[in-house]
C-alpha cells in the first residue's frame, strides 16, 4: 500500500498538480506573516474583511464568556443554543425567506440538502462547472444525475424535458473558479417550466454581491418563489465560518428531519453565531465596503488588460488569469510569493485540463496602490515563465 501511494504522489508532482499547505502565523487579513515574511494577501475568500474585524472578534470573546468554546452536541440533543436561533432568524430576514437553517459547514450543508430532497427516481441537473460538493452531494443522493453546458439553459431545458418525478436544477451563484454569475432569471423561468425546484449555492456572493449585499438573488431582484432552495456560507463574506440552507418553513422543517448532515453532526460553537451575527450587522450597515470591493476589481481588470493577460468575464472580486500550463501556474505563483504577493495556482482537477490559472482574490481592505503593485508582480513574474 505504501509504495502504491508513493508512486501516486510521484505522478501528481510530476504533474505539476502537487499540492502543499503553507503555515500562517499572523490573523487573516490583506497582510499575512509567512515563514518571517510580510506578504500581501491575493487569494482570500475574505472579501469584505471581516474576518479579523474588531467588532466581530469581541463579539466571539464576549460568547466565549456566556457560551464556552463547544457547542457539546447536536443541535436536536443539547446544542442548540439561543445564539444559533437569533443567527437563523437574522439570516432568514436578510435573505427574504421565511426560516434558515445553520449548518457545520457549506460543504454539509449541500451534501445534506441534495440527499434529503431528491433520491432514486427522482432526477437531479447540475451546471457542469458547480463546486465539488454540490457534485458530490448530487451523485450521492442516488437520484439520476445530469449535468449540464455551464450556464445553458437550452441545455438544461432538453435534459428536462426527459425527466419525470421530483426535479432539483442546482446552480453556483457566483462561480468560484471563473467568477462569472449563473443567469439566474432564465434557470428560475426554465424551473417554472418544468415544475422543478432551482437551489442557488451562494458561497460568494452572499454579503458581496447586490446593492444591499444579498448576494446574486439580490442582483437579480428574485425571490423565495424564485429560487425555493439557497445555500450560503458564512466563511466568506460574513468572515467566520458555518453554512446555512434558507427557505420556506416546509423546506426547513424537511431538513431537520431527513438532512443527515445537520441531524449526526455537532453544532457549530455558539461563539461563532455571535461572531457572524455581529459581521451580519456591518455587511447591512457598511455599503462601502461593496463600491469600494467593486471598484477595485474594476482598476485590476482595466490594469490587467492593458497588460494583455487573459482574463474571464467576471464582476466579482474574484478575478482569474488563465495560464494553461499547470507547472507554469505554480512557478509563477512561487516567483510572486518570493516577491511578496501570495496568489493561489489552481490546476487540475479543480478547473479543466489547460486551463491552470492564478486565481486572484480582492478585499474591501486593499487599497489602489496595493493592486497597482501586484499588476507591476504579475507582469514580471508572467512574462518570465511565459516568453517563448
Same mark, same amino acid.
Given at each position: 500500500?505504501?509504495?502504491?501511494?508513493?508512486?501516486?504522489?510521484? !505522478?501528481?508532482?510530476?504533474?505539476?498538480? +502537487?499540492?502543499?499547505?503553507? $503555515?500562517?502565523?499572523?490573523?487573516?487579513? $490583506?497582510?499575512?506573516?509567512?515563514?518571517?515574511?510580510? =506578504?500581501?494577501?491575493?487569494?482570500?475568500?475574505? +472579501?469584505?474583511?471581516?474576518?479579523?474585524h474588531?467588532?466581530?472578534?469581541? /463579539?466571539?470573546? @464576549?460568547?466565549?464568556?456566556?457560551?464556552?468554546?463547544?457547542?457539546?452536541?447536536?443541535?436536536?440533543?443539547?446544542?442548540?443554543?439561543?445564539?444559533?436561533h437569533?443567527?437563523?432568524?437574522?439570516?432568514?430576514?436578510?435573505? *427574504?425567506?421565511?426560516?434558515?437553517?445553520?449548518? @457545520? &459547514?457549506? +460543504?454539509?450543508?449541500?451534501?445534506?440538502?441534495?440527499?434529503?430532497?431528491?433520491?432514486? %427516481?427522482?432526477?437531479?441537473?447540475?451546471?457542469?462547472?458547480?463546486h465539488?460538493?454540490?457534485?458530490?452531494?448530487?451523485?450521492?443522493?442516488?437520484?439520476?444525475?445530469?449535468?449540464?453546458?455551464?450556464?445553458?439553459?437550452?441545455?438544461?431545458? !432538453?435534459?428536462?424535458?426527459?425527466?419525470?418525478?421530483?426535479?432539483?436544477?442546482?446552480?453556483?451563484?457566483?462561480?468560484?473558479?471563473?467568477?462569472?454569475? /449563473?443567469?439566474?432569471?432564465t434557470?428560475?423561468?426554465?424551473?417554472?417550466?418544468?415544475? /422543478?425546484?432551482?437551489?442557488?449555492?451562494?458561497?460568494?456572493?452572499?454579503? $458581496?454581491?447586490?446593492?444591499?449585499?444579498?448576494?446574486?438573488?439580490?442582483y437579480?431582484?428574485?425571490?423565495?418563489?424564485?429560487?425555493?432552495?439557497?445555500?450560503? &456560507?458564512?466563511?466568506? %463574506?460574513?468572515?467566520?465560518? *458555518?453554512a446555512?440552507?434558507?427557505?420556506? #418553513?416546509?423546506?426547513?422543517?424537511?431538513?431537520?428531519?431527513?438532512?443527515? &448532515? +445537520?441531524?449526526? !453532526?455537532?453544532?457549530?460553537?455558539?461563539?461563532?453565531?455571535?461572531?457572524?451575527?455581529?459581521?451580519?450587522?456591518?455587511?447591512?450597515? #457598511?455599503?462601502?465596503?461593496?463600491?469600494?470591493?467593486?471598484?477595485l476589481?474594476v482598476?485590476?481588470?482595466?490594469?490587467?488588460?492593458?497588460?494583455?493577460?487573459?482574463?474571464?468575464? @467576471?464582476?466579482?472580486?474574484?478575478?482569474?488569469?488563465?495560464?494553461?500550463?499547470?507547472?507554469?501556474? $505554480?512557478? =509563477?505563483?512561487? #516567483?510572486?510569493?518570493? /516577491?511578496?504577493?501570495?496568489?493561489s495556482?489552481?490546476?487540475?482537477? !479543480?478547473?479543466?485540463?489547460?486551463?491552470a490559472r492564478?486565481?486572484? &482574490?480582492?478585499?474591501?481592505?486593499?487599497e489602489?496602490?496595493?493592486?497597482?503593485?501586484?499588476?507591476?508582480?504579475?507582469?514580471?513574474?508572467?512574462?518570465?515563465?511565459?516568453?517563448?
Amino acid at each position: 500500500m505504501e509504495l502504491t501511494l508513493s508512486a501516486e504522489l510521484e !505522478t501528481i508532482a510530476a504533474k505539476g498538480l +502537487y499540492r502543499s499547505r503553507r $503555515v500562517i502565523n499572523s490573523p487573516q487579513g $490583506v497582510h499575512l506573516q509567512i515563514d518571517g515574511q510580510k =506578504i500581501l494577501n491575493f487569494c482570500s475568500n475574505d +472579501y469584505l474583511g471581516l474576518a479579523n474585524h474588531p467588532s466581530v472578534v469581541q /463579539a466571539f470573546k @464576549s460568547a466565549v464568556d456566556d457560551y464556552g468554546v463547544g457547542s457539546g452536541s447536536a443541535h436536536l440533543i443539547c446544542g442548540h443554543s439561543y445564539a444559533h436561533h437569533a443567527l437563523e432568524e437574522e439570516l432568514a430576514a436578510f435573505t *427574504g425567506r421565511d426560516r434558515a437553517l445553520l449548518f @457545520s &459547514t457549506g +460543504y454539509m450543508a449541500n451534501l445534506g440538502v441534495l440527499s434529503a430532497l431528491v433520491g432514486k %427516481g427522482d432526477s437531479i441537473f447540475e451546471d457542469r462547472l458547480n463546486h465539488a460538493s454540490l457534485l458530490d452531494g448530487g451523485l450521492q443522493s442516488g437520484a439520476k444525475f445530469k449535468r449540464y453546458a455551464h450556464a445553458n439553459a437550452e441545455h438544461l431545458d !432538453t435534459q428536462l424535458q426527459k425527466a419525470s418525478n421530483r426535479k432539483l436544477i442546482v446552480t453556483d451563484g457566483v462561480f468560484s473558479m471563473d467568477g462569472d454569475f /449563473a443567469p439566474l432569471n432564465t434557470l428560475s423561468n426554465t424551473a417554472r417550466t418544468h415544475d /422543478a425546484w432551482l437551489m442557488v449555492d451562494d458561497a460568494h456572493g452572499l454579503g $458581496v454581491i447586490g446593492a444591499k449585499g444579498g448576494g446574486l438573488l439580490d442582483y437579480y431582484g428574485l425571490k423565495q418563489d424564485d429560487v425555493p432552495v439557497l445555500m450560503g &456560507t458564512l466563511g466568506k %463574506g460574513l468572515g467566520t465560518f *458555518g453554512a446555512f440552507i434558507a427557505g420556506s #418553513d416546509v423546506l426547513i422543517e424537511t431538513l431537520i428531519q431527513k438532512a443527515r &448532515t +445537520y441531524i449526526y !453532526t455537532t453544532a457549530l460553537p455558539a461563539a461563532v453565531a455571535e461572531a457572524t451575527r455581529a459581521s451580519l450587522k456591518i455587511v447591512i450597515s #457598511d455599503n462601502w465596503r461593496r463600491d469600494k470591493l467593486n471598484n477595485l476589481s474594476v482598476r485590476f481588470r482595466s490594469g490587467a488588460e492593458q497588460l494583455g493577460l487573459q482574463l474571464l468575464p @467576471s464582476l466579482s472580486p474574484i478575478q482569474p488569469i488563465i495560464i494553461g500550463d499547470s507547472q507554469q501556474a $505554480v512557478d =509563477i505563483s512561487n #516567483d510572486l510569493l518570493s /516577491a511578496g504577493f501570495l496568489i493561489s495556482a489552481i490546476r487540475p482537477p !479543480t478547473v479543466s485540463q489547460g486551463s491552470a490559472r492564478l486565481r486572484v &482574490t480582492l478585499s474591501a481592505m486593499h487599497e489602489e496602490q496595493q493592486v497597482d503593485q501586484l499588476l507591476e508582480a504579475l507582469e514580471t513574474a508572467i512574462k518570465k515563465h511565459t516568453a517563448n
